[in-house]
């Protein structure tokens, strides 16, 4: 199926051309139900069927109302983790909120909460999504709100599961050479917690990791990109060609990875943790 080119549509959308677009994202979509319910294939399955039929409803009409204003993909993202919201609350009832939100007055706390606790959605993504609706808020701001709300649920669930790459594979990038990745050795633990933890975007680190990052941070030079790209393989689990699809990389995505595990492996030797 040939890809929708975003930018020559036209606005309103048609029910057909909301129709192609989510279908075009079908994978994008999986991936946000498996990531939603790890360890529940049928609960993913269920979820997903009922976001489908909700999007489908009037000729795609939550679809239709997609102005073209930043990615689709994003508000597609949205439109699912509030569907999905919805489908839980249905079958299991509301969660009671943690009293110290309840003591919150700003109602961008409780959207943190949701966006990072109920809907999973990893830390700079959830950032670029409360960017989007709070905009009269600064980065600074958003960012210090979302890393409290971190700080007080640590235990949240991360995605993992059985095909997970371990981030032991991060340390340590194997051949120089551009081709598929190679098994490598496993660094130090708390090297591996720091470098997972700086990939995934999550601040404040614990206090143990915290002479490790100081050495490393003025060695590290990776983009946003380039860390949810390494997130994305490592630490949610995703295949090369999976990743490149949601990210739509272009060019070789192997030596894309490569490059980027060498830059993190020249950092650690800097750094003198190798």
Known sequence: MKTTDTTELTFPLSGDTAKKLVFEHWDFLQHLSRR??????????????????????????????????????????VLTARLMTDYVRKIYGHQRPPKWLTEQTDPIWKEAYRVLILERFERQEAISLLQTRYQDL?????????????AYCPSRTRYQDSHSVPIEDVAEPGSRDYSPEIETEPQPRELLEVLEGYIRGETPQPAEAKPLLEKLQPHLQLSDEDRLLLRLRYCEGLKINQVAKLMHLKGDPYKRLNKILNSLHTACEKAGLT
Do not use: M
């Open 36 to 77: 939603r319910f790890p360890n529940d294939d049928n609960t993913a399955h269920l979820a997903l069927d009922h976001v489908l039929e909700k999007l489908e409803e009037q000729q795609w009409h939550r679809v239709r109302t997609w102005s073209g204003q930043g990615k689709f993909a994003t508000f597609l993202a």
């Open 138 to 150: 600064n980065l600074g701001s958003i960012q210090e709100i979302v890393s409290q709300v971190i």
